[in-house]
């Protein structure tokens, strides 16, 4: 079945550096999509980005289905950046990702 | 424009009760997803409306779960009956089918059985 695996799964910066997080996927569907949830909040769309590189703010996204892969950027990460971001595949029956958790520390 | 709204945000069971979570999507779209997440598991689709009919109950999810969308604006997810291993928190989403999918998520009902 189709598959999603985010690396890293967790990851420690200080405030003001930058982080990578990378997605790879087993299909070559398209409506790649990244969220952000706070602990114990709900998911926050980032991105909806099926091809190409979209910014917004300090985030740029970068999706390359012909590599299977999506990448997200974070540009001078501040502490309020903390928690996990996810990646997910597919249209109508979207997939998940388990996830990066991010901790920014001041 | 108003999210996704779901209800109750916690729930608080005892083994072999009924529960019903609510949900109202964004206004006007026609999808509509239920997920459960759990820390280990992650987000696992349990049902999947377009149009209010069913189109994925979930697989592993059918025995003791049961989605219904009754109008456009509304759906209910029964959980029948309830084990501990149900603690989660249950996320609906909403997307429009022209959008190609881009979800838009409700805050959750986090269910605690015991």
């Known amino acids: 079945g189709q598959q999603v695996q985010q690396s890293p799964a967790s990851l420690v910066l200080q405030e003001g550096e930058n982080a990578e997080l990378q997605c790879n996927f087993s299909?070559?569907?398209?409506?790649m999509q990244w969220f952000y949830q706070r602990p114990g909040g709900s998911l926050v769309s980032l991105f909806y980005n099926p091809s190409g590189t979209k910014h917004s703010g300090r985030l740029t996204s970068t999706t390359v289905i012909k590599e299977r892969r999506s990448s997200l950027h974070i540009s001078s990460s501040q502490t309020t950046d903390s928690g996990t971001y996810l990646c997910a595949l597919g249209a109508y029956k979207v997939i998940f990702g388990k996830g990066t958790h991010l901790h920014v520390l001041p | 424009d108003a999210g996704v709204t779901q209800t109750p945000r916690h729930e608080v069971a005892e083994k072999g009760q009924t529960i019903i979570l609510k949900c109202e999507p964004v206004?006007?779209?026609?999808?509509l997803f239920w997920y459960r997440q759990t820390k280990i598991q992650g987000l696992e689709l349990l049902s999947y409306?377009?149009?209010?009919?069913?189109?994925?109950d979930g697989g592993a999810f059918k025995d003791r779960f049961k989605a219904e969308m009754l109008n456009s604006s509304f759906s209910t997810l029964k959980i029948q009956p309830t084990e501990p291993k149900d603690s989660a928190v249950y996320l609906c989403?909403?997307?429009?089918?022209?959008?190609?999918?881009?979800?838009?998520f409700g805050e959750g009902s986090k269910l605690t059985v015991l």
């Open positions: 409306f377009r149009s209010k009919s069913l189109m994925e």
């Open positions: 299909t070559s569907l398209n409506s």
């Open positions: 989403a909403s997307s429009w089918t022209g959008n190609t999918g881009q979800l838009y």
């Open positions: 206004s006007g779209h026609n999808d």
